[in-house]
């Protein structure tokens, strides 16, 4: 019978779930929602959730001297208020003291005040910024089981699967001891088993394994909308044992890395499709693709690398529709035919040879394209793009031509985490977008502050002519610190730029290491060595790393680099966001430890190339040195070009939320 009545209550909720359409306000409605979203939470604003901290910190003596046995039935205790929904401040203060002092005796690890203060906000439903190196991990495993008591059940998202395997098994004690059942859902979880996961009280996940098992139960609930009419759904048990959704609604989630999950996520819609055909189009792909090859850029066609667009001229329109018709003489496809359809065929082969480059957006691996992910440097296996894309690069680059595939259920990332009753975050990086995030999600953003001060020496940006010059000063750079005992971590945008600066240091002598995704199984021992200074035995660590290194990524000092004067961050090129380049950086200077960083950038940079080309133009052309004396107005260049990156990456978010709106709108139950 609790079998049944648990199956019941997951389908209602799943169904109560499905059925919340939020809004994006526009216009005067944007303000006011913006001012309800300030004071609604003035009475947990950061001076509050100070004080609430220190009278959370005045119970550790009382905690500290508790036995075992007292210690469980006080956690017992103040479960049961949650639970029943009579947690009052002094019950809040009393749970928080008790889950701290489960971690403390679990991990050794006391969390300071600063980290009772980012554990209040998360509580209270706020995106909190927490400098790198300042213990978010702790901060969030002695929140969560306060919002797991209360909510029921918990979805911790963060940006890897790594990271989810990672944070459940080393905090398993603790939310066990806390009552609270854990689990992870990665990658390679059976679908049989993410049933049982699921329905654990705290579960940790990526959002894009949450998003495609929701979109899975919609597909499967069918146009269900009450628990009576979709109980069919549990007279039949699969042949894994399935039964009702898989997510059993959706109560409250903690975003870890929190703009890299609502911000940068949020850009491409998450898409369930099958194939419509096999692979009948396969050659009309590979056609497209030789007539691109034959076009001349300029005359016949001109591409938008910032919008991916291309746009034929009138020569280009005349020789394709030459093209065609020598085409169908010799048997083509009956598609050239329809010359619109042929041209816009042409375009995206265009767009596929121009706008996406190998180990930049994608990798070929064992034969087949491999997405990259922009943000975080890893491979996305199981993703492709739509609209015949995919297919067009796999065409450029001479593959077997995959099937096209029809959209069964669409939801955007902005949508999903809008759906949740109860959302809070935590970043290093959250103030740079704190409109957005307040806009699209209604979540205040409080910055803790640090609990050291931050004395990581932030050394002049380096601006050259050309890329060529710059890579030559970036190896002399690395070869200069190494000699001083330093470990030091070099950040790349891309796999190919990584494998770029690994030839030349090699061809220097300089012995490295690595890290982008085609050494992802390799990550947690190269992280572990990144830290590692000159001793009589070893040399300090030289890690190359693309964005995989950038987020979620503790590298821990040993005493031969901390005398030396710790990790040295150089950035090979600005990113398309400035938060990514704080998160690159933030890896130095952690918890007080000495570290430095330093940006070298260059006028054939993408950012600028892409976002500032005209200016930088006129700088390169002007007689001079490879190397610029670093000023004010050159270094505002690279931070206009990374502005308008930005702008770009908010307006495309933007038209995601109106698609969102429209399909609210005009096709309700599609998405």
């Known amino acids: 019978m609790s079998q049944v009545v648990t199956q019941y209550t997951s389908l209602y909720e799943s169904l109560r779930s499905r059925r919340l359409r939020p809004e994006l306000p526009k216009g005067l409605d944007m303000v006011a929602s913006r001012a309800r979203t300030f004071l609604g939470h003035r009475a947990h604003a950061l001076p509050r959730l100070l004080d609430q901290a220190k009278d959370t910190d005045l119970l550790a003596a009382e905690f500290r001297g508790m036995s075992e046995a007292a210690l469980d039935d006080t956690v017992t205790r103040v479960r049961e208020d949650f639970l029943r929904g009579r947690e009052q401040r002094d019950t809040v203060c009393r749970a928080l003291a008790a889950t701290r002092e489960v971690a403390r005796r679990i991990t050794g690890e006391e969390a300071y005040l600063v980290q009772l203060a980012g554990a209040l906000g998360l509580y209270h439903g706020r995106v909190v910024e927490m400098l790198t190196g300042e213990g978010k991990t702790l901060t969030g495993s002695i929140a969560a089981p306060l919002i797991a008591w209360r909510r029921r059940h918990l979805h911790v998202l963060t940006v890897n699967d790594y990271l989810a395997s990672?944070?459940?098994?080393?905090?398993?004690?603790?939310?066990?001891?806390?009552?609270?059942?854990?689990?992870?859902?990665?990658?390679?979880?059976?679908?049989?088993?993410?049933?049982?996961?699921?329905?654990?009280?705290?579960?940790?996940?990526?959002?894009?394994?949450?998003?495609?098992?929701?979109?899975?139960?919609?597909i499967r609930m069918g146009r269900h909308t009450t628990p009576w009419t979709a109980r069919g759904l549990f007279a039949a048990t699969g042949a894994d044992g399935e039964r009702g959704p898989m997510v059993p609604g959706l109560q409250a989630a903690m975003v870890d890395e929190a703009d890299a999950v609502l911000i940068d996520e949020g850009v491409v819609p998450l898409i369930i499709a099958r194939s419509r055909r096999e692979d009948d189009m396969a050659g009309v792909y590979r056609e497209a693709a030789q007539l691109a090859a034959q076009l001349d850029e300029g005359p016949?066609?001109?591409?938008?690398?910032?919008?991916?667009?291309?746009?034929?001229?009138?020569?280009?329109?005349?020789?394709?529709?030459?093209?065609?018709?020598l085409l169908l003489g010799r048997g083509g496809s009956a598609i050239w035919r329809a010359q619109r359809r042929g041209e816009e065929l042409v375009r995206q082969a265009l767009v596929a040879r121009h706008c996406y480059i190998n180990q930049q957006h994608y990798q070929i691996v064992e034969g087949k394209v491999v997405i990259v992910d922009e943000y975080t440097g890893r491979f996305l296996p199981d993703r492709s793009w739509e609209h015949g894309l995919h297919q067009a690069v796999e065409a450029k680059e001479g593959l077997d031509v995959t099937a096209d595939r029809e959209t069964l259920a669409r939801l955007s990332f902005q949508r999903y985490f809008r759906t949740y009753p109860f959302l809070c975050g935590m970043t290093g990086t959250a103030a740079d977008a704190t409109g957005e995030i307040e806009a699209v999600y209604g979540r205040p953003v409080t910055v803790i502050p640090p609990n050291r001060p931050v004395v990581r020496d932030t050394m002049p940006m380096r601006i050259f002519r050309t890329q060529r010059d710059k890579w030559a000063a970036i190896v002399d750079s690395i070869e200069s610190i190494h000699r001083d005992g330093r470990p030091i971590l070099a950040g790349t945008r891309s796999i190919a730029a990584s494998e770029l600066l690994s030839r030349l240091l090699e061809a220097r002598g300089l012995p490295h290491q690595v890290l982008n995704a085609n050494f992802d199984k390799d990550e947690a021992d190269l992280i572990a060595r990144a830290g590692q200074g000159a001793s009589e035995s070893v040399s300090a660590a030289i890690t190359v790393a693309t964005n995989m290194a950038g987020r979620g990524t503790d590298i821990k000092l040993d005493p031969a680099a901390r005398r030396a004067g710790g990790l040295h961050v150089l950035l090979t090129e600005m990113h398309g966001a400035k938060r990514i380049d704080r998160q690159f950086i933030g890896r130095a200077g952690r918890q007080g430890d000495p570290g430095s960083s330093q940006v070298f950038v260059s006028l054939e940079d993408e950012l600028v190339t892409k976002h500032a080309k005209v200016l930088a133009r006129i700088l390169k052309e002007r007689p001079g040195p490879g190397e610029f004396v670093a000023t004010g107005l050159l270094a505002r260049l690279f931070r206009l070009a990374q502005r308008r990156s930005e702008a770009r990456d908010h307006s495309n978010r933007a038209g995601v939320l109106r698609q969102d709106d429209w399909i609210d709108k005009y096709l309700p139950g599609t998405g």
Do not use: M
């Not at 398993?172 to 609270?180: A, D, H, L, P, Q």
């Not at 667009?309 to 093209?323: M, N, P, S, T």
């Open 166 to 218: 990672r944070d459940a098994l080393g905090r398993r004690e603790i939310f066990n001891r806390c009552r609270c059942s854990v689990g992870a859902v990665v990658q390679e979880t059976e679908q049989a088993e993410r049933f049982e996961l699921y329905s654990r009280h705290i579960v940790y996940c990526t959002p894009k394994q949450i998003v495609a098992d929701y979109l899975r139960d919609q």
């Open 300 to 325: 016949d066609y001109v591409i938008d690398l910032v919008l991916r667009r291309c746009d034929l001229r009138r020569r280009g329109v005349d020789r394709l529709r030459h093209a065609f018709a």
